[in-house]
Each structure stands twice: as structure tokens, then as C-alpha cells.
């Protein structure tokens, strides 16, 4: 069972990200305050929910949080400032854009470059012990296949519409006989 809340008394941000292990596509996070009752029998880490699960969730979210908001930082910045600062930067975004200043930041794994004056937790697999932090990752999936899945239209030879991005076979073989689009994350080994 996901708890609703770290504290008892603070506005918590759960903050998740998505796209750190793609070849190509933006990295995406999401910030989501919840209301400190609010509960879902569905609601887990969104890996771990079909993908009609995170549609009905991702609806429910938005009309019952207090504040979210998904941000997403593209292929050239990750190649510039690198995957992980990438992660970092995108939940700054998502923070950022709330409408309700958090009072503390729930941060799913290990590692978070501070933000200004708002205390953060790291929290190991976050997204399967907070409420805020899976609400987040569903939010960032959601959006993150949708855009994959859009620029799958365009670039259809590389599989997007099934691996979003991330290192298939047919990916790696597509960036082989293609080569990379402007999508592609040119510091990553794409082959």
C-alpha cells in the first residue's frame, strides 16, 4: 500500500521522471501535489500499470490534485549538461510551473541537485512507496509516450509507436541504416 503523504503537515511535491535510458525524445518529469487524503486502488508506479490503467489514471489526477505540472528538457540540452543533470533540470521545470509552492519535495531515487529554498527527500523506488511520486511518473509516461508516439508519425522507420525511444533491436538497426534524427541524443552510444 502507497503512502499519501511523507509528512503530515507540509505541501509535498512527488516528483518522477521519465526517457533517462532513451536513445531519443526529450527526458520528461512531472511535480504532483495531492490532497494529503487522497487514495486509488489503481494508483502504482505507472511501469507497473497497463497502458489503459494510466490513461484512466492520468485523467483522475489532473481533475484531483491540488497542483501538477510536466516539463520536459530536449535532446541537444541532454547532450550539452548530460542525462542526469537533464533528469534533475526537467523536475526543476515541473516545480517551477506548480501553481502552490511545495513546502518539500518528494524525489523518486537516490540523487537531486537542490532546489531553491525547498527542502528535498530522496526516496529509493519513490514511485512505488508515495502516492505524489507514482502520480508523477504516470503524468510524465503519459505524456512522454504521447509525444513518442506523435514523432513516431514522422520518423516512422525507427519504432517509436512501440519502444518510445528507448534501445530495441530495431531501433539500434533503424539508426544503422538511417542514422540518427534531430530527436536523437547524439552523446548516447546509439549503436
Not at 33 to 61: C, G, M
Not at 159 to 165: R, Y
Not at 177 to 183: A, D, F, K, Q, S
Amino acid at each position: 500500500m502507497l503512502q499519501s503523504c511523507f509528512t503530515p503537515d507540509l505541501i509535498e511535491a512527488g516528483c518522477d521522471e521519465v526517457g533517462r535510458g532513451c536513445l531519443a525524445g526529450p527526458v520528461v518529469a512531472a511535480a504532483v501535489i495531492l490532497p494529503k487524503d487522497f487514495t486509488h486502488p489503481l494508483l502504482k508506479d505507472s511501469k507497473l500499470l497497463s497502458l489503459a490503467q494510466r490513461n484512466l489514471l492520468k485523467e483522475e489526477i489532473k481533475v484531483r490534485a491540488l497542483a501538477y505540472a510536466i516539463a520536459e528538457v530536449d535532446p541537444q540540452t541532454i547532450d550539452e549538461i548530460n542525462i542526469l543533470n537533464a533528469s534533475f533540470l526537467a523536475m526543476h521545470r515541473a516545480v517551477e510551473n506548480l501553481g502552490i509552492l511545495p513546502e518539500l519535495l518528494l524525489i523518486d531515487g537516490n540523487r537531486f541537485n537542490p532546489y531553491p529554498f525547498i527542502p528535498h527527500q530522496c526516496i529509493i523506488k519513490g514511485d512505488s512507496k508515495f502516492l505524489s511520486i507514482a502520480a508523477a511518473s504516470v503524468l510524465a509516461k503519459t505524456y512522454r509516450d504521447t509525444l513518442m508516439h506523435q514523432l513516431a508519425d514522422e520518423f516512422p522507420e525507427y519504432g517509436w509507436h512501440s519502444n518510445v525511444g528507448y534501445p530495441t533491436k530495431v531501433h539500434r538497426s533503424a539508426i544503422a541504416e538511417h542514422g540518427p534524427t534531430p530527436w536523437h541524443r547524439k552523446s548516447f552510444r546509439l549503436l
